[in-house]
C-alpha cells in the first residue's frame, strides 16, 4: 500500500506547496519534480488488476479512474485556483466507487488524508476531515465485507498517514507566518532607513548650506575692503563643501557624529560668523554612549542653523549638562520667536530624542527655547563656562 510522503519538501520554503486559506492550496511554483515523484505511488492501484488477471473492460474502467485522479492530484499543484476540498472530496469518490471493483482503490482514500491536512488552515480542521476520510472508507468496507487488511488500509492507515502530513502542514503555517512577519519587519526596516536618510540630509545639508551662504555673504561684503580675510573666507566654504560631501556619504550609509564636543565648537563657529554673541556652557568631557551623542549631535546641528536662518537674534546660549541619569541639552536665543507648526528638521529631531525615550519641549515666548532630555547613564562631569 502507498505511503504519501507529503511532509518531505523539496523547496527552498520548506513546504510542498504554500499555504491559502480554508477552501484552496497555494502552490509553490519550486516543488519542483516532487509531484511526480508522489504520484508513482499510484502504481499501488494496478496491483490488483494485474494479480486478478482483470479483463480488458476492468482495465479500460481502472484507466479511466486513474486519469480522473491525475486531473485532481496535479490541479492541487499547476490549477491558479484550484479548489482544493473539492479536489480532495473527489478522491474520496473514486476510491468508493471502485473500490467494490479493485481492492487498490484504498490507494485514493490515502492520497486523500495525506493533501488534506495541507487544505485547510488548523489542526482541528485536519482531524475532522481525516476523521470523516476514515469514517466512509470503514462505511464502504464493513458493507462490502471487506477483510481485515483491506479494511485496514482504507481506514486507519490514511488516518496514520494523514495525522503525520498534519505536523508537517501546521510547520508550514508557522513557517508562512513568519515569512509574512519577516517580510513586514523587512519593509518597515526600509520606510525607517528611507526617513532616517531624509532626515539626516535634511539636517546635514540645512546647516552645511547655511554655513556656506553666511561665509560666502561675509566674503562678498570683505572682498573689497578686506581681500586677506574674504580670501580665508572662500577658502573656509571650499574646505566646508568638501566636508558637507563626506556628510552625505555618512548619512546614507549611516550618520556618525564626530562627536558632541566637535558639534558645538562648530555651532559657537556658525553663529559667531553670522554675527550672534554666543555663550557655551558645557561639560568638558562628555561621555556618552554613541547614538545618544549622535542625536544630541544633530540636535546642536539642526537647532543652531535654525537660529541662523529664522531668529533673527542677537544672543544664543547653548547648555549641556547631566547628572542622574539623564543629559540636558539647551539651545535659548532671542529673536523673534515662532508658533508656526514643526518643520521637517525639527519633526526629525524630535522622532530621534523620543526613540530613545526622551523628551523635546520647544518654548517660543521670548525668542526660541529648545530642551532636550536624554536617558543615559550617570556619569560625573565638570562643566565650565565660557561666554562671548
Known amino acids: 500500500m502507498p505511503l504519501v510522503p507529503l511532509g518531505v519538501t523539496s523547496n527552498r520554503t520548506g513546504s510542498p506547496w504554500k499555504m491559502k486559506p480554508w477552501n484552496t492550496v497555494l502552490k509553490d511554483k519550486d516543488h519542483g519534480w516532487s509531484p511526480l515523484l508522489w504520484v508513482v505511488y499510484l502504481g499501488f492501484f494496478f496491483i490488483d488488476p494485474v494479480t486478478r488477471h482483470a479483463s480488458v473492460g476492468l482495465w479500460l474502467l481502472d484507466g479511466l479512474g486513474a486519469f480522473v485522479f491525475l486531473l485532481l492530484y496535479f490541479g492541487l499543484f499547476f490549477l491558479e485556483c484550484p479548489r482544493a476540498l473539492a479536489h480532495v472530496a473527489g478522491m474520496v469518490v473514486l476510491a468508493l466507487l471502485f473500490q467494490p471493483i479493485n481492492n487498490g482503490a484504498c ?211 547653548l547648555r549641556l549638562e547631566q547628572h542622574n541619569g539623564t543629559c540636558r541639552l539647551e539651545i535659548q536665543d532671542d529673536g523673534v520667536g515662532s508658533f508656526s507648526e514643526e518643520g521637517n528638521g525639527l519633526r526629525g529631531m524630535r522622532e530621534r530624542v523620543e526613540m530613545l525615550g526622551g523628551t523635546l519641549v520647544r518654548e517660543s515666548q521670548a525668542g526660541t527655547k529648545l530642551t532636550i532630555t536624554l ?9 565650565e563656562s565660557s561666554g562671548n
Open 375 to 383: 536617558p543615559t547613564k550617570d556619569i560625573p562631569v565638570e562643566t
Open 107 to 317: 490507494t485514493f482514500f490515502i492520497f486523500a488524508a495525506a493533501m488534506l491536512p495541507f487544505c485547510v488552515q488548523t489542526q482541528k480542521a485536519a482531524i475532522i476531515g481525516l476523521a470523516a476520510i476514515g469514517g466512509v472508507g470503514a462505511a464502504e468496507g464493513l458493507l462490502l465485507h471487506l477483510d481485515n487488511w483491506a479494511l485496514f488500509f482504507s481506514t486507519l492507515f490514511p488516518m496514520f498517514i494523514g495525522a503525520g502530513n498534519t505536523f508537517f502542514a501546521e510547520r508550514n503555517r508557522i513557517n508562512q507566518k513568519l515569512r509574512k512577519a519577516n517580510e513586514e519587519i523587512e519593509q518597515l526596516a526600509k520606510v525607517a532607513e528611507r526617513e532616517r536618510i531624509a532626515r539626516d540630509l535634511h539636517d546635514v545639508l540645512g546647516h552645511t548650506l547655511s554655513v556656506i551662504t553666511l561665509k560666502s555673504e561675509l566674503a562678498g561684503k570683505l572682498i573689497d575692503r578686506d581681500p586677506q580675510r574674504a580670501g580665508k573666507e572662500i577658502r573656509e566654504v571650499e574646505q566646508i563643501s568638501r566636508q558637507a560631501l563626506s556628510d552625505v556619504r555618512d548619512a546614507i550609509r549611516g550618520y556618525r557624529a564626530k562627536g558632541l564636543a566637535a558639534e558645538l565648537a562648530q555651532a559657537r563657529s556658525t553663529l559667531e560668523t553670522a554675527g550672534l554673541a554666543v555663550q557655551c556652557d558645557a561639560a568638558s568631557t562628555v561621555k556618552l554612549p554613541a547614538l545618544q551623542e549622535s542625536v544630541l549631535s544633530l540636535a546642536v546641528r539642526e537647532g543652531v542653523t535654525n537660529v541662523v536662518r529664522h531668529a533673527k537674534a542677537h544672543t544664543c546660549r
